[in-house]
Nanobody, 120 residues
Framework: QVNLVESGGRVVQAGDSLTLTCDANGDTLRRYSIGWFRQAPGKDREFVAAISCITTVYEDSVKGRFTLSRDNDKNAVHLQMNNVIPEDTGIYYC???????????????WGQGTEVSVCS
């Protein structure tokens, strides 16, 4: 079983950059597909990006601005967020699953979230 902890959320200005990190303990993240999701105030949780051993996928609104990468030495996954916009505001969650099927769904392990606020 893998335990996930997100960090890096903070208040930023539109156009800024920040990096969110998903740290793991209890197992090796390389064994898992890792997804990032976000939940804006008053809205449902939505898919942001995911990485497996085969591919990396992004939600359309973050393509070209967000980059997902693995840091195997630190057993972590980073979500680099560039040129953020107010619509990126929300609580960001990382999630893990043990297969590479449809990376937008099917996650069994979740972190507690880290909050990002983008001011215009």
């Amino acid at each position: 079983q893998v335990n996930l902890v997100e960090s890096g959320g903070r208040v930023v200005q539109a156009g800024d950059s920040l990096t969110l990190t998903c740290d793991a303990n209890g197992d090796t993240l390389r064994r898992y597909s890792i997804g990032w999701f976000r939940q804006a105030p008053g809205k449902d949780r939505e898919f942001v990006a995911a990485i497996s051993c085969i591919t990396t996928v992004y939600e359309d609104s973050v393509k070209g601005r967000f980059t997902l990468s693995r840091d195997n030495d630190k057993n972590a996954v980073h979500l680099q967020m560039n040129n953020v916009i107010p619509e990126d505001t929300g609580i960001y969650y990382c999630a893990a699953k043990e297969d590479t099927n449809d990376l937008r769904t099917g996650y069994g392990y979740w972190g507690q979230g880290t909050e990002v606020s983008v001011c215009s």
